[in-house]
């Protein structure tokens, strides 16, 4: 057996900077216990704050760990439970219920050692069993309700064939509970970044009697144990969020803050005004013109990699967009510091010259400037771009109509301006169409769109994380991009290492992007973020959220 030493120890010592109620719910919440109550710590009563409050960027989904599939119901997600692992600020998994694992020698099987000490917000231990279920749970929901339900699907023996199965018949998958303390997963084949996959939600432990089957319901009324560091007691999905320490959490002792807010605030000028008046304590998702601002220069924080592209409908929808001439025309059609001028943040944004953002390692080094140093996959030409498009069939007298779908805030609003300027260059005119963000999303999970606005921060620290995106298997609600000889190049970078794997990936990349125009990409760019000065303990990883479990905030 291989064996990985306990990845992190001594979690309080952190100090560090880290994207979807019914009946049956019997269990006690912290508020009717008083057995376990954590006395307030020497530093809380020190000039920190016990009531922290934050604000994301729009309207959560559900709080179902199966449900979570975008950025703002993950800063809410973060709080309230506890992944066998978490990122770190690197991208690194660190320990989070999980204290030790081993590999076998053949890197199917994982044996996850939990930790005895971790409980949920009732008192109730954390158990194997439970991710047993959690995982059996988010396969049953199916694609349609599962946003991250590929990280499962994709890797752990048989859980493909169980998609649209019940529970109860889903022995054959390869996970079980050798105990009541250690977790075996089974994988389909080796997958050499599986733990880096452990933090998404879909991994999370959940409880039959009250995470009921095929449903969600449950998470929308603040009537459930939780995992995390805290559990909620006020859910308003047009307001805020409110929850409160869970005095079982296994590392309660070095949780300073007592009652946690989530300000629910679409408008980056609000959130940005809300602190500025002490509203709020931390804005999640602050407009990048922050940077511009110089009282709070030293409030700005900057995470993340974040590629920012233009999903192009390949398959269905528009003809004129089956046709590789007009994708390649669209990628070739921006100047991509347009951009990068018109929302003027000084270093926050990047012209991205494809797919994966810089801050991804590649093979020596960064998997995107290794790229660009040998070809740059997307540029502007816009002689070139009118040349495809006249083979295409269109001219100056016979211009392409297109629809550019997207939610409003001022980043976007910026962004969909310059693409209707920069695409009328092309004989392409772009109207714009705007939606609520649950809509949207929606409609782009369906592909109800000709070009729609979509970006993506790393889940964890591979280019397959970004690659995979463009694979048929993960169209689940439709064809919209990919191909078999695309499915199989990544596929075949699975069993590959090193310089092999990565000049693999770079060439997956280039046929996807360049040669098969599925995406556009635009800029690349970091999350901005304003945090109160003085602020410590809050942990920022690459995916562009953010995990408050010990932080503190000076009063």
């Given at each position: 057996m291989k064996t990985f030493k306990k990845l992190i120890v001594g979690?309080?010592?952190?100090?560090?900077?880290?994207?979807?109620?019914?009946?049956?719910?019997?269990a006690t919440t912290p508020a009717a216990t008083s057995e376990a109550t954590t006395e307030p710590s020497a530093e809380t009563s020190s000039g920190y704050k016990t009531t922290f409050t934050y604000a994301v960027g729009g309207e959560p989904t559900y709080m179902d760990?199966?449900?979570?599939?975008?950025?703002?119901?993950?800063?809410?997600?973060?709080?309230?439970?506890?992944?066998?692992?978490?990122?770190?600020?690197?991208?690194?998994?660190?320990?989070?219920?999980?204290?030790?694992?081993?590999?076998?020698?053949?890197?199917?099987?994982?044996?996850?050692?939990l930790d005895p000490n971790a409980k949920w917000s009732d008192g109730e231990p954390i158990t194997a069993d439970q991710y047993v279920f959690g995982i059996k749970r988010c396969i049953g929901m199916g694609y349609d309700n599962a946003g991250y339900l590929t990280m499962i699907t994709?890797?752990?023996?048989?859980?493909?064939?169980?998609?649209?199965g019940d529970v109860a018949d889903m022995d054959d998958v390869g996970v079980k509970a050798i105990d009541d303390y250690t977790l075996e997963i089974k994988l389909n084949g080796p997958c050499p970044f599986?733990?880096?996959?452990?933090?998404?939600?879909?991994?999370?432990?959940?409880?039959?009697?009250?995470?009921?089957?095929?449903?969600?319901?449950?998470?929308?009324?603040?009537?459930f144990p939780t995992t995390g560091a805290f559990y909620l007691t006020k859910i308003d999905s047009a307001s805020e969020y409110v929850m409160e320490k869970n005095p079982y959490f296994a590392h309660a002792d070095d949780v300073v803050v007592e009652h946690m807010i989530a300000k629910i605030m679409p408008s980056m000028e609000a959130s940005q005004m809300a602190f500025q008046t002490g509203e709020i304590d931390y804005d999640t998702g602050a407009s990048s013109d922050v940077v511009n601002v110089p009282e709070l220069k030293d409030a700005v924080s900057i995470s993340g990699n974040v590629n920012y592209y233009m999903n192009i409908q390949c398959y269905e929808g528009n003809e004129a967009l089956k046709d590789v001439r007009v994708r390649r025309a669209i990628q070739l059609g921006f100047d991509r510091s347009a951009f990068v001028t018109a929302l003027d943040a000084g270093d926050v944004y990047y012209e991205l010259y494809g797919f994966i953002p810089v801050g991804i390692p590649g093979a020596h080094g960064d998997f995107r400037t290794e790229s660009d140093n040998t070809e740059k996959l997307v540029y502007c030409d816009k002689d070139e771009a009118r040349a495809l498009m006249e083979e295409a069939g269109f001219s100056e007298t016979n211009r392409l109509a297109l629809e550019y779908y997207y939610n409003q805030n001022s980043m976007h609003d910026t962004v969909a301006a310059v693409i209707a300027e920069q695409l009328k260059d092309i004989y392409i005119d772009?109207?714009?169409?705007?939606?609520?963000?649950?809509?949207?999303?929606?409609?782009?999970?369906?592909?109800?769109?000709?070009?729609a606005r979509n970006a993506f921060s790393a889940d964890y620290?591979?280019?397959?994380?970004?690659?995979?995106?463009?694979?048929?298997?993960?169209?689940?609600?439709?064809?919209?991009?990919?191909?078999?000889?695309?499915?199989?190049?990544?596929?075949?970078?699975?069993?590959?290492?090193?310089?092999?794997?990565?000049?693999?990936?770079?060439?997956?990349?280039?046929?996807?992007i360049a040669e098969q125009c599925w995406n556009c990409p635009l800029f690349g760019y970091g999350s901005v973020s304003l945090?109160?000065?003085?602020?410590t303990g809050v942990i920022n990883n690459p995916q562009a959220n953010h995990i408050f479990w010990y932080v503190k905030c000076p009063e």
């Amino acid at each position: 057996m291989k064996t990985f030493k306990k990845l992190i120890v001594g979690i309080a010592a952190l100090s560090l900077a880290a994207c979807s109620g019914k009946g049956g719910n019997s269990a006690t919440t912290p508020a009717a216990t008083s057995e376990a109550t954590t006395e307030p710590s020497a530093e809380t009563s020190s000039g920190y704050k016990t009531t922290f409050t934050y604000a994301v960027g729009g309207e959560p989904t559900y709080m179902d760990p199966a449900r979570c599939g975008d950025s703002v119901t993950a800063e809410i997600h973060n709080e309230i439970w506890y992944p066998l692992f978490y990122l770190g600020e690197d991208g690194s998994p660190l320990n989070g219920d999980c204290i030790d694992y081993t590999i076998s020698d053949d890197l199917l099987t994982y044996t996850f050692k939990l930790d005895p000490n971790a409980k949920w917000s009732d008192g109730e231990p954390i158990t194997a069993d439970q991710y047993v279920f959690g995982i059996k749970r988010c396969i049953g929901m199916g694609y349609d309700n599962a946003g991250y339900l590929t990280m499962i699907t994709n890797y752990i023996e048989n859980a493909e064939a169980h998609v649209e199965g019940d529970v109860a018949d889903m022995d054959d998958v390869g996970v079980k509970a050798i105990d009541d303390y250690t977790l075996e997963i089974k994988l389909n084949g080796p997958c050499p970044f599986f733990v880096s996959l452990l933090p998404t939600q879909v991994f999370a432990a959940l409880r039959p009697e009250f995470a009921t089957e095929h449903d969600s319901e449950w998470s929308s009324t603040p009537d459930f144990p939780t995992t995390g560091a805290f559990y909620l007691t006020k859910i308003d999905s047009a307001s805020e969020y409110v929850m409160e320490k869970n005095p079982y959490f296994a590392h309660a002792d070095d949780v300073v803050v007592e009652h946690m807010i989530a300000k629910i605030m679409p408008s980056m000028e609000a959130s940005q005004m809300a602190f500025q008046t002490g509203e709020i304590d931390y804005d999640t998702g602050a407009s990048s013109d922050v940077v511009n601002v110089p009282e709070l220069k030293d409030a700005v924080s900057i995470s993340g990699n974040v590629n920012y592209y233009m999903n192009i409908q390949c398959y269905e929808g528009n003809e004129a967009l089956k046709d590789v001439r007009v994708r390649r025309a669209i990628q070739l059609g921006f100047d991509r510091s347009a951009f990068v001028t018109a929302l003027d943040a000084g270093d926050v944004y990047y012209e991205l010259y494809g797919f994966i953002p810089v801050g991804i390692p590649g093979a020596h080094g960064d998997f995107r400037t290794e790229s660009d140093n040998t070809e740059k996959l997307v540029y502007c030409d816009k002689d070139e771009a009118r040349a495809l498009m006249e083979e295409a069939g269109f001219s100056e007298t016979n211009r392409l109509a297109l629809e550019y779908y997207y939610n409003q805030n001022s980043m976007h609003d910026t962004v969909a301006a310059v693409i209707a300027e920069q695409l009328k260059d092309i004989y392409i005119d772009v109207t714009l169409k705007t939606a609520e963000l649950r809509t949207f999303f929606d409609d782009r999970s369906y592909g109800r769109y000709d070009l729609a606005r979509n970006a993506f921060s790393a889940d964890y620290m591979d280019p397959w994380n970004y690659l995979e995106l463009m694979v048929t298997w993960n169209n689940t609600r439709g064809t919209f991009f990919g191909d078999e000889t695309y499915d199989n190049m990544l596929k075949a970078t699975m069993t590959m290492e090193g310089e092999e794997r990565m000049q693999a990936l770079h060439d997956a990349e280039h046929y996807a992007i360049a040669e098969q125009c599925w995406n556009c990409p635009l800029f690349g760019y970091g999350s901005v973020s304003l945090q109160k000065p003085g602020t410590t303990g809050v942990i920022n990883n690459p995916q562009a959220n953010h995990i408050f479990w010990y932080v503190k905030c000076p009063e």
